[in-house]
């Protein structure tokens, strides 16, 4: 008998313990396991392992395959958690292979579709997780597997909390939430709630956060769950830091490390250390804040946990700009539009898209069946009773069959015809967007070709001794060039661009200004509640119209500060205000740079207002139209 020594986490799990210890059977001995290793969560994965590797020895030598699957799935549950998320992967496949083939259990199945899911997150393919998500659900509704269905809507609602689309993750969680009354089997599950504060915390619903992260903490506390409380403990944390009572925050922290070491996941350690740094950055420790962040980076690539990098760059850039490091500060920044830019590639919207509906083809041909099969129990006994009866209802079900096969068809045609429809607006849309392109591309580069030419001309005419700055302008007007190409192909890489990634890139282009214009006091202010899509056409127009807005500040104001602000609750306000002596003249005639940022607001279906004051100051107000909001 293999040797079990470690210390047990709960109650409960000692309780489960010596059930195993006291089994009389290898069958009671395998059955006692079994319950013990569906609290995986809460063991640490070395002692998970243990167990149900001791488990699969048993089932294999009394040769029931059912059992020694079932173990090998919690192993993959512990490799998860150890970090070995390829070999996990793998020990689900091979689940999966026999219970499509040589054993028939789709509760267990379904489980190891989740399971998969589990891993794709922590591989940042959101995509393929949200797949797991849906084959979840679809098999635990054939089978009345309310449990699987809320870890199923749990699941995808995670993926898209882990890509930002925070509005999309808590229409998922909240499904989860309604899927059953069962209060016990819900207080259970107890990280679907944190996972709803996490939502509406990000969404700026502080309320609604403490709510539901009040409930995630009681829950888990009462039914042990030591992998709920964990993260409950450290989203609550963040809560405390971000309404100002952050001395209430250290003491939880330092439970939240107590018991990670308990259930050793680095998954959820890089988590931690990237709560810390944020902690460090807001409260005047940022030398702290960087190397607890540098720690965390390192543990997040070596376990290749993608999905935490956004995190803990993040904490790390804030703890730069704490210090004043604006160098550091925007290789940072840089870093993390290149990590959105990769996980947009993996993760389309259309491909998700696809999923869904996928999913909605297959939740309503299992409706069908199970109609079908409530109609043919319904009248089974019937049959026997009046042949009569028996010949109505096949005559009826010949006149149904006809009919959806008729149905069936004339949705074959409708769905070919939307298909038509849909590539020739798509080809529409691809040759307006190559027209853009071309238009932008002339307004932006154009001009500064004609400068260079320019430039180029006068250098020849006169030599270079007279010309050095002539020479520095052909330099700066290259270089525009690079820039203004680089943003274009930023552009053309996405179907569509957040709110949060084109603040990232306004502040990207901001800190490469400042070092040109170190007079200038320029800062950011971000209040993104909600992180509404744009379209890439509608998002290169506003970051043009804010290029435009600090061009002329810079260089025509005489301003000595310059503050930028972007707000999103629905409604997007960016605002650029200044200092400076105010300008002369905003109706009546207008220059082109003026007029071109009039026409992009007008065409991105947003309003431009400019407020002057000689001697005071400008501010530039870019706020979205009610009517006519510019998202996707």
Known sequence: MTA????????IIDSLKARVWLAKTEKDKVAAIFDLCELGYTLHPDTLMVYAEQAKEITKRSGNLHDEIQSMYYESGALTTKGLIDSSLNMADQCLAVLNGKVSDPVLEANCYNQKGRCYVRKNQYKEAIDMGYQTISLAEKNNAVLLQVKGKTLIGWAYLEMGQLKEALSWHLKALHTTTDT??????????????????????????FYYIDKGILYSRRHENLFAL??????????????????????????????RKKIGDPFYIASDMSQLGFYYAHYGQPEKGIA??????????????????FFLYGSLADNYKAMGNMEKYADVLQTIISLKDSVYQKNSAQALAEMQTKYETEKNNNIIAQQKLALIEKNYWLYGLVGLSILVIIVFYSVFTIYRKKQTLKNEMLRKEEKYLSEQAIAAAEENE????????????????????????????????????????????????????????????????TITGLSDRIKNYISKLQPTYDKIQISVQEKILHDTRLSSQNALNIFRIIQEAMHNALRHSGAGKIAISISSNGNIMIAVADDGKGMEKIDGVEGNGLINMKTRAKETGMELTIESTKNEGTVLLLQSNTTKLPGV
């Open 4 to 11: 079990l020594c470690c210390a047990a986490q709960t109650k």
């Open 184 to 209: 016990l089997l819900l207080e259970k599950y107890a990280i679907l709630f944190a996972n709803l504060a996490t939502n509406y915390n990000g969404l700026g619903r502080t309320d609604s956060a």
């Open 230 to 259: 964990s993260n409950s403990l450290a989203i609550q944390s963040e809560l405390y830091v971000k309404s100002g009572q952050a001395k209430l925050s250290e003491p939880i922290l330092q439970e939240v490390v107590e018991i």
């Open 292 to 309: 607890i962040c540098n720690e965390g980076i390192a543990i997040a690539k070596k376990y290749k946990l993608d999905t935490k990098l």
């Open 434 to 497: 190559r027209k853009r392109i071309a238009t932008d591309l002339h307004d932006n580069i154009g001009a500064y070709a004609s400068a260079i030419r320019a430039d180029v001309e006068k250098i020849a005419d006169n030599g270079l001794a007279d010309n050095s700055n002539t020479l520095q302008n052909l330099q700066q007007h290259s270089q525009e060039i690079i820039n203004s190409l680089r943003d274009t192909i930023w552009v053309l890489n996405k179907e569509y661009i």
